[in-house]
């Protein structure tokens, strides 16, 4: 049977209030567990319509006695970013309070849940991936948090560190969908399924990017406790977690945001959360190396006219955009490339840019010299 959880946040000021509605799906405890969040940038409008259209097939799945496993949405990961306005302009990425990125440095539970499983863990994987889990749940609610951001990051931990499967939507600016994976390549076909399911155009896989994204931090914990265990305490890659890209940040249409619903429904029937499993289609994309993916760059101001149109294959070297300087109509135009071939997923919404931003993504296939260390893109 369904059910609401409210959780209130700490109030920014007297007066007003604040709160996270996650609609739990599920006995409490059965397994598999998926958790999904939406707009944790929350300035990311097309998530919240997917989770919108996510809750109303879950809760028809749900009418009719489907959940198998638990099921936690949150609809609206951010009701401190959806509260910021500046002159009439929403920004919802980073927090204005302190500046921080909404996605970056959420907490790491790995050391807190090895010293929870110290000398219990043995030689059975099933055994020991149930403890980790509970130490898991454990070990976050004993987070400590401090201000809004920190209450909002420890309520969702709490609810999502024991989940097999973590689903965290945002969008792009302009973009096709797409997802990042918390995978070596080597490892994609771990997640092949939601590639199949979504009918994500890319898979972009990373195994530690750097930066502490929400994804990442939730699967990352199950590798490092079995590197720090060793391998005669088998422990399994116990969460699948993606950051889903649902387009562009105007891509807002009902009709395509209840289809993306209906496909996450059946990735999760796939994976036993819920009966009715069928069989996943062609995958209509591929998976590559976050390292494969090119990041080009305004190298100075300028007027920011696209060249190329999302999903075009380009080639290495070929203009994807131009910048046009708005002052001097003779001045030649400075012509953007990327450094490798493949596909335009992703580019800039803002059209006058500033020296060093991201322009445009585009996806090759090997990875580039120099892509390395911090790969996420603030
Ligand atoms: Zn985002």
Redesign the pocket.
Known sequence: MKRIERVELPSPSAGTRRELVFHRYGGPGAAPKAYIQAS??AD?TPAMLVAHHLVRALDAADGAGQILGEIVVLPAANPIGLDQEVAGSHLG?HDLASGANF?RHWPDLTQDAARLLEARLGPDERANERMVRAALAEAACALEARGALGHLKRAIVERAADAAIVLDL??DAEAVLYFYLSRAIEDWRAGEDLLRHTGARLALLTEDPGGGSFDDTMSATWRKLAERFGAQIPIPRGCLAATLEYRGQSDVRDEEARADAENLVRFLAGRGVLSGGADAPQARGRAIALEAVDIVRAPHAGILVMARALGAMVASGETIAELVDPGDPEAPRTKLSSRTAGMLFSHARDRLVRPGAAIAKVAGTEPLPGRAGYLLDD
């Open positions: 944790l940038h990311e990425r996605n945002h969008c």
